[in-house]
C-alpha cells in the first residue's frame, strides 16, 4: 500500500467527526486516481445518525475519523456543517454514489464487488448494472456477516475476486466497524461503506421522491413506509436537530 497523503481537504467538524467539503464529481475523479494508483483507501458517507452515534461513541467517531473521504449523506449534514462554521457545497450520499459508481463502471474498466444487504440483494443490483451496461465486470456478490468471526472468510473471498471498488452494504455501525477493522487485509484500492443502497438500487426498499431528498424529507418519507422504524428515524433527524442548536455555531 501506498503511503503518498492524498490532498487535504477543506472539511468541518461536527461532534468530533470530519466532515469533507467535496462534491460527487471530485470523488469519481478521486477514485479513478486511486485506483490508477493500485492505492488503499476508504470513504464514509456520513448521514446525521453517524453523527448521533459518534457523539456519544468516540470509538465510533474514530472509525470514521479514520477515513480517506468522509462525504455529507444528506440534507441534515450540510445544515449542520454550516451551523458549525463551513457552508459544503453540496451532499454525496452513499446511495446516490454507489448508483454513480455502478453507472461508469464499465467505461472506466472498474472491477467492482457488492457485500452486504440481504442474501439475493447484491445478486439483484448485479443483474440491473449487467441488463444496463454489458461490460460491466461484477466480480463478486456476497450477502456475509459483518461479525468479527466471519472476517477472514469475507476477506478471502473479496480478495480472490481483486475488485478495484468493494461496496459495503451493512447496517452503519457493523459497516464502518468492519471496513476499519479489514481495510488493510482487503488490499481492494477504494472501499465504500454504502448503507442502504443496494436496498434501494435493486427496488427491494422504495426511495422517497427526488423532491423530497432535495428538500431533505427524506426522513418523513421512511417513516411513512416504514412506520415501525420510527424510534431509529426521531433519533437520526429530530433529535440531531436539537443536539445541534443546542451545540449552536462553532466548533464541536
Do not use: K
Not at 2 to 26: H, N, Q, T, W, Y
Not at 116 to 144: D, K, L, Y
Not at 145 to 156: H, M, N, T
Request: proline content about 6%; glycine content about 8%.
Amino acid at each position: 500500500m501506498s503511503s503518498r497523503p492524498i490532498r487535504r481537504l477543506a472539511s468541518v467538524r461536527i461532534f468530533g467527526v470530519r466532515v469533507d467539503d467535496v462534491v460527487e464529481d471530485e470523488v469519481l475523479a478521486w477514485i479513478d486516481d486511486i485506483i490508477r494508483r493500485r492505492e488503499v483507501r476508504r470513504i464514509a458517507t456520513v448521514n446525521p445518525e453517524f453523527l448521533m452515534e459518534a457523539r456519544d461513541d468516540p470509538t465510533f467517531a474514530a472509525v470514521l475519523n479514520a477515513a480517506d473521504i468522509a462525504t455529507a449523506d444528506g440534507a441534515g449534514v450540510l445544515w449542520a456543517a454550516q451551523r458549525f462554521g463551513r457552508r459544503l457545497r453540496g451532499r454525496v450520499t452513499g446511495s446516490d454514489l454507489a448508483l454513480r459508481i455502478i453507472r461508469e463502471a464499465s467505461a472506466r474498466s472498474w472491477r467492482l464487488f457488492l457485500l452486504g444487504a440481504a442474501p439475493g440483494v447484491a445478486e439483484r443490483v448485479a443483474a440491473m448494472a449487467v441488463s444496463r451496461a454489458p461490460g460491466v465486470a461484477i466480480v463478486g456478490c456476497h450477502a456475509g456477516d459483518p461479525a468479527p468471526e466471519y472476517d477472514d472468510v469475507l476477506v478471502a473471498r473479496v480478495r480472490a475476486a481483486r475488485p478495484d471498488i468493494l461496496l459495503v452494504a451493512y447496517p452503519f455501525r457493523a459497516q464502518e466497524r468492519w471496513i476499519a477493522r479489514n481495510l488493510t487485509r482487503l488490499q481492494v484500492p477504494v472501499t465504500i461503506g454504502v448503507g442502504g443502497a443496494f436496498d434501494f438500487i435493486a427496488g427491494v426498499v422504495p426511495r422517497a421522491p427526488a423532491w423530497m431528498r432535495r428538500l431533505g424529507l427524506e426522513w418523513a418519507y421512511r417513516v411513512l413506509r416504514q412506520p415501525w422504524r420510527w424510534r431509529r428515524i426521531v433519533r437520526a433527524v429530530p433529535a440531531f436537530i436539537i443536539a445541534v442548536l443546542r451545540a449552536g455555531a462553532g466548533p464541536a
